[in-house]
């Protein structure tokens, strides 16, 4: 199998949906939105969410697409924090079961963060709940580092949602 890895395009909002909707399924409890949520959300949202990811300078969803089909089959997006100036924080990670293991995920990171890089950030955090055990190793792994940090998970406050940055990111 061949993937590419890129930014994801405004025309690909109905594809974009799918695989956050996808997303929300197959693991509820990692993001902060419910696929209730996020179904109910119009046309309207996903094409103008599609449209920044798309073309934003501070904002970015980068895709994996499978080369023979054209499916997205994962996501990663960098977005600027939602209330600390000058931090990039990661968003939305998500790869389909089927091809997890395919060195997917570390691609995505890269791409992602190389246009956090350019934008004004001088830090780039992610937030990972206290039980994703899964994926709190792999961001170890790729160099994320536990800052001592947390806040409960907005959709389930018996969890903790632990911030991690990337010291290596300036």
Not at 22 to 31: G, I, R, T, V
Not at 63 to 72: E, P, T
Request: charged share 30%.
């Amino acid at each position: 199998m061949a993937f590419i890895v890129r930014r994801t395009t405004a025309e690909e909002w109905r594809e974009f949906r799918e695989l956050r909707l996808e997303a929300l399924l197959d693991s509820p409890n990692n993001y902060g939105q419910t696929h209730e949520q996020a179904s109910a959300l119009p046309d309207e949202y996903w094409q103008e969410r599609a449209q920044s990811n798309a073309s934003a300078d501070d904002r970015a969803f980068h895709v994996a697409v499978d080369d023979a089909s054209g499916k997205l089959v994962g996501m990663w997006g960098v977005f600027p924090h939602f209330d600390r100036p000058g931090v990039c924080i990661v968003l939305g990670v998500y790869v389909q079961p089927a091809v997890r293991g395919m060195d997917l995920a570390r691609r995505l990171m890269h791409e992602s963060i190389a246009f956090a890089r350019t934008t004004d950030a001088k830090e780039l955090l992610l937030l990972v709940r206290d039980d994703n055990y899964r994926g709190r190793r792999f961001y170890e792994r790729e160099g994320f580092e536990f800052t001592g940090l947390a806040e409960p998970h907005n959709l389930d406050p018996t969890h903790e949602l632990v911030e991690m940055r990337y010291p290596t990111f300036r």
